[in-house]
């Protein structure tokens, strides 16, 4: 399966062309997601809309879930059975300057990719993860949302190798908030907490459902919580979640803090592949 | 000239199209000048390249000043010899997820448009600034460049319609930074001040001409400072600046704080205008 191509429609066409004019081009005028995608479908599919949908509003993109299903489907028909789906829903072309146009007709790209190779161990033993320089900056109007104004993230992932999976985002005032392409969770005190994402940060699908289904189904406490560094490297546990790998337990910090990979951790790993077993 | 069609070339060759994996559509990896074309050449052109070549080292992007420079002209033997040249420089294709490729092959894309339709009494009379509520987001990193990332002009944009020419941005502590597409100077106490953007804004090509040779040469001091809107509101003239329309006086703030049109800014206005016609 992996040795297909990459495919790419954009509102249900094939083709890998961009109008130059796009605002997505232009300013980044528009939102993504990256779903996994697994026996001919995706997992988690309701919260990526609902997320796409609440980023669109506040962008001022008219999202039609309609024309999202049916260009999905349209993917769907044509690409494996396994791999990540990328959405890209933009403001398309028109406006003048930043100014955007009064009637937003936008672009629905759709893309399927094989899936990234990632080590198995990372699953089962944990990943140590890198500490980035780069502090993320707070907007309120920007913040949770996965919007195309990554250069944060580009900046941040250029600091480190092939050494570690993944690295730990501080805000500007060093609380902690994220991974570069992850949300945290960490266990103390009988529970588990993850940064609130009120000033910058994504939210992502993973996270949501872990708090809002899947952590309620067990029982087990969570809240988000203002996190320090002092508060995470104090903690018990800690997990990395998206909604492409699944949960990622953490076992070191810029190779100086430490966690076990502890029975809290595999105990959500083992009910996520129980419900849905492509992250297992 | 203005009935003409926008021409878009990307690496010299007549595309409208974009490859749909470019990062500069996937994360904003990249850079873009606005640039004024009057009379078959771009004025401050060594600006707007020395501009880009710095936003390319910062975002690693090898920006090669003699393709620009082939580029443009392949544009201009083309294009109608007045009106606007955008510039696009992106990290192009490749890399894994947010980490950029170790050998970054970036694209050149070069856009004419006709000149936008200003009000001429904006020059002479001067405009009314509407202040934007939403607020800059702080990051050293992002901060002085024309990159891609734009969102939070987009959204300051639409705060506002056809009643106002430009609006003000502050940042997170209220400190005044720039237009949202212009940089801003007010004049005090017998000089110039304009804000530093270490912190976040666009150091504009024109803002940058102004205070590295248009006021030296006329002895007028200027100073980049620390602007609140109290100590803006009560100075004695302000202006606006960019390299597509030049200087626009401003007589007015939220319609609430008024200047006069005063002798200093008129005396750079016809400085700018003697030098470079093109701006009277």
Chains 1, 2 share one sequence.
């Not at 059975?81 to 955007?100: H, Q």
């Not at 780069?134 to 190798?161: C, D, F, P, T, Y």
């Not at 969570?222 to 490297?233: A, M, Q, Y």
């Not at 100086?256 to 009910?271: A, M, T």
Request: aromatic share 10%; proline share 6%; with cysteine.
């Amino acid at each position: 399966m992996n040795n297909h191509s990459p495919i790419t429609q954009i509102n249900g066409e094939d083709t890998n062309c961009v109008n130059a004019f796009d605002r997505g081009l232009y300013y980044g005028h528009g939102l993504f997601e990256t779903t996994r995608l697994s026996g001919g479908a995706i997992p988690l599919w309701p919260l990526h809309c609902k997320r796409l949908a609440a980023g669109a509003s506040r962008l001022g993109i008219p999202c039609d879930e309609r024309k999202l299903v049916e260009y999905r489907d349209t993917l769907l028909a044509q690409c494996p059975d396994n791999g990540i789906v990328k959405i890209v829903l933009t403001a398309g072309v028109g406006g003048s300057g930043y100014r955007p146009p009064e009637s937003v007709s936008p672009s629905y790209l759709f893309q399927w990719f094989p899936f990234p190779k990632y080590s198995c161990d990372w699953f089962s033993t944990g990943i140590p993860l890198f500490l980035c320089k780069h502090k993320l900056a707070i907007s309120s109007s920007l913040a949770g949302m996965k919007h195309l104004n990554r250069l944060e993230q580009v900046l941040a992932r250029a600091e480190w190798g092939d050494e570690y999976p993944e690295g730990l985002l501080l805000d500007q005032q060093g609380l902690v908030i994220e991974g570069v392409s992850s949300n945290l969770f960490c266990f103390r005190e009988n529970q588990w907490f993850t940064p609130i994402l009120a000033d910058c940060g994504v939210a992502g699908v993973m996270r949501e459902y872990l708090m809002s289904v899947l952590l309620p189904a067990l029982s087990v406490p969570v809240t988000e919580s203002r996190i320090t560094l002092e508060k995470l490297v104090s903690s018990e546990e800690v997990f990395l979640c998206n909604s492409v790998v699944g949960i990622w337990p953490v076992v070191s910090l810029a190779d100086r803090y430490h966690w076990p990979l502890g029975e809290h951790v595999k105990s959500i790993q083992h009910r996520l592949q129980d419900v849905l077993p492509c992250y297992g």
